[in-house]
């Protein structure tokens, strides 16, 4: 029951909130002006360069101009009155050629297009959606977001699970999934490796039983991974149902046909819901148009793949009627789009587990109409409070959030005091389970608002007991599968670069060093040479992996280890590989920012994701003495660093050193 303290409360809350968002778009509006993206990008020509995972490569020739466009920048693409959501994935600023990923068929030439690289609308549509719970409360669910965010104390109890497939929970997982099932809101506390993902698709589908479940996280990647693990172990009538609906997916990769969205409503379209198939079959017999363009894997009958994305075919159809002058085609493709969003929405209204990002949360239509029974949010540190204000405003039961503290935090531009206030700060330090003020900052054991997992099947012992001691009070336990794992060499090795005299350069804005990047390409040969196909490299500057890629690719080529990914730390969260290696990068004369927690809060978190992605071995490759002369005595890397000398993992910068001690 709402009450007007209530009520000032949530008023107070989301004004707070929206005042953060509008800092970060001044932030972020003023970082686009720096690099030249303050307005669209308008595209000479531009060209279908065919299909990448599920969705379509386009190339584009941009017109003039020193732009500073990276990979992985999200882009609108606005060609042939149509719009779509891409990645880029490649730029050549000499040449202007751009390409970028899109999930959606926009045709073989995209002449006259136009590029916009401003996500500052995102932010705008979150701030609209969070003005609609403060000026309509009564449309949404106030305490719940109250609880959430601990203005309001909640119902802690426990509740036994009810299915089957939590039966395989360790005793952690257990005591965790028992408390989210048992309360109005709880935390839980996953350090790497302890099976956060496992827990969350238990926990939807326990909780689907009482009502539809949110499933929300700041990333597709995390999204995906609970989305795997329901699909493969959701009771097969809740599949062949389309009980259980992902919406939106990772570029990168293919989705899971059993519950994709787009694949959910091709089936039913071509079912013969609304008479749509009907209609567009005969329009492409009519305008001999191939439907190949929005072919969804798998999205037939669970299996082929002849389902294809019915608004891809619509969209085609009405580019062709149009072009065509046709206008009582294009009458007839237009009521066929309205009905197939009907069927879309009927999809969404019929699911019990709803899966998808928190930005599509703010952004479709079809989404923002939904009310659940309960929020599940994975990836909590990484989620912006004020989504996660959202998400619990459509939830009239539990709220649950699943994450660490200790990884990444959200990505914020704007340095304004709101924006630090809000956007900076996760779930767990805004309840006041953490306190970074405490000697420890660690939650304490008994706290029944946060449940801790702590048996972890990732790391090596020797890894393991490197990350606990410095970043989970020792707390974190190995199961027993990794206890018995066969070991082969040192788990952690420190590669000392101190006498090779190693010098940085500025490149764009980041950092490279030649000489790490020849000590990790030798070191990478001969891995593959002993066996390690499995292996990543992750460092603090873009400029090294991009020395590193181009290092690797000319020196090794094809001997290059088969599984091999380079990337930024930011970029790696979430992964793991059998062999890690960091390259810390920073060397004397300069000075490091970067790796000082001092300068940079975010340092210890990202240290953390480094080291904990490896599942046996740990290389770390630094300038161990110029490091003390440039960090602080008592910085915490210098502090690893010398733990790991006391424990004889400090060799010199040549790989027969190196695996001498394997």
Known sequence: MQTPDSLESLWLLVADLRLAVEEEI???TADLVRRGLDRPVPALSGRSRGEAGTGYRYAFQIAGGMYDIRADDRVRIHAG??????????????????QAVSPEWLGERLDGAELEFDPTWLLRELSLRLAEVAEDPDEFFPETVLEAFGRLPPRLG????????SEDLNGPQRDALERVLGSSA???????GTGKSRLVARAALELARRGRVLVAATTNGAVDEIARRLASIADPALLDGDRIIRVGFDLGGAPKAR???????ARRIEGGAGGVD????DLEGRFGAPARPGAIAGAGKRGDASALNPYARAGRLLSLARSRGDAEAARTLGRALLEITRQAERVLEEADIVLTTFARLSIREELRRLRFESLLIDEASTAPLPYVALAASRVAGPAIAVGDFQQLPPVVTSTAATAERWLRTDLFREVGVVDDARDSGLPSASDGLCAMLDLQYRMAPGIRELVSEFFYGGRLRDAPEVRDRPTKGRPVTVLDTSG???RVERADGSRRNRTHAEVVADFLAQAARDGFAEIAVVCPYRAQTRQLRDLVRRRLGRAAPADLQISTIHRFQGQEKRLVVIDTVDAPPGRSWFLDERRNRDFPRLLNVALSRARERLVIVATVSGLRRTLPADALLNRLLEHLARSGSRVSARPADLWSGR
């Open 26 to 28: 001044e932030a972020v």
């Open 81 to 98: 009155g149509r719009d779509a959501l891409g990645v880029v994935h490649c730029f050549d600023r000499t040449l202007g050629l751009l």
């Open 158 to 165: 426990r509740d036994a699970p009810q299915l089957a497939s």
């Open 186 to 192: 709880q935390l839980v506390w996953g350090p790497p």
């Open 259 to 265: 519950i994709d969205f787009g694949a959910a409503v």
């Open 278 to 281: 009907r209609t567009l079959a």
């Open 500 to 502: 090779l005299d190693p």
